[in-house]
């Protein structure tokens, strides 16, 4: 039994870290076809500025807040000012962002040093057994899940839903019917932004505040994106459920280096027999079903 609940929490744990890791990358890259390598330090941005104002005195959820928000409104600069110049050129949008990203951590360093004083993780504990597991993971693991649902609402009942999947599917027809392919990037690079922002300002009670923290999440975030394939909302849902579960078994017999490398090596395993990742595959099995009628 506790052995049972151990392997549930480290799943609900796993899912939700790559879940809120990849989700803001995942927008990105499926709708732009960007790949953002400075994705690991918007989610810094989102913890340092949760952690600054929670030091000045702000209740943490306000604090959060104003993680998310700093997130954002850096995303939207750094669209505008780079991104935006480097649409169709994948190759140079990724060392633009990795460039960005040096030029983060070591700006980061020199402003505010080489960490901060930490916030502590709230809500206490839950006890089974002779264990414990943090009440404040088990939020995170439901605020996952509430990011999946926004998502999918989002991009199936809004008016940038429909725009976006437009844009996706064939984007000078898109443009040729009226969409606003431009402002569609722009809010798309937004939203991503504000979902590192958000992991990093739910992570910031829970992690070390260095600036080179979103190292980690860059990692599993790529990861999710591979397994997951193009599609944004399934495919980040299957990457988690799937790279969760591996973790989880793997770190809960073996310890976490083991369920890391468990972890890498499932990423590796896909892209050799599922290229297009599990949405890609899905997506080809439906097209030859089709062809097949």
């Not at 796993?14 to 790949?35: E, Q, T």
């Not at 390598?37 to 005195?57: D, Q, R």
């Not at 984007?171 to 991503?192: C, H, N, P, Q, S």
């Amino acid at each position: 039994m506790v052995n049972g609940l151990n392997l549930l929490f480290q799943f609900l744990d796993s899912f939700a870290f790559i879940v809120l890791a990849a989700a803001g990358l995942a927008i990105i890259f499926g709708i732009m076809g960007v790949i953002n390598l400075a994705h690991g330090e918007f989610i810094m941005v989102g913890a340092y500025g949760t952690t600054l104002s929670y030091n000045a005195g702000a209740p943490l959820p306000l604090a959060m807040t104003a993680g998310v928000a700093v997130a954002t409104g850096f995303g939207i600069v750094v669209e505008r000012t780079i991104v935006k110049r480097l649409y169709d050129r994948l190759v140079d949008s990724m060392v633009a962002t990795w460039g960005l990203s040096l030029v983060m951590i070591q700006g980061t360093r020199i402003v505010f040093g080489n960490s901060l004083s930490q916030i502590g993780t709230p809500l206490g504990s839950v006890a089974y057994g002779q264990f414990t597991y943090s009440k404040y993971r088990l939020v995170l693991s439901g605020v996952s899940l509430l990011v999946l649902v926004g998502m999918y609402w989002l991009f199936m009942h809004t008016d940038y839903g429909m725009r976006a999947r437009a844009t996706i599917q064939n984007k000078e027809m898109a443009r040729a019917l009226g969409v606003d392919t431009e402002r569609t990037y722009m809010t798309t690079f937004a939203i991503g932004s504000a979902l590192a922002g958000l992991t990093g300002a739910l992570y910031a009670p829970t992690v070390t505040i260095v600036p080179g923290m979103g190292a980690s999440f860059l990692v599993d975030a790529f990861v999710a994106v591979v397994v997951g394939g193009p599609g944004v909302v399934v495919g980040t849902t299957m990457a988690g459920g799937l790279l969760g579960f591996v973790t989880a078994l793997f770190s809960n017999l073996f310890g976490t280096f083991f369920g890391q490398i468990a972890l890498l090596v499932t990423a590796i395993v896909m892209m050799r027999f599922l290229p297009d990742g599990v949405t890609g595959f899905i997506k080809t099995i439906r097209r030859r079903r089709k062809e097949v009628a």
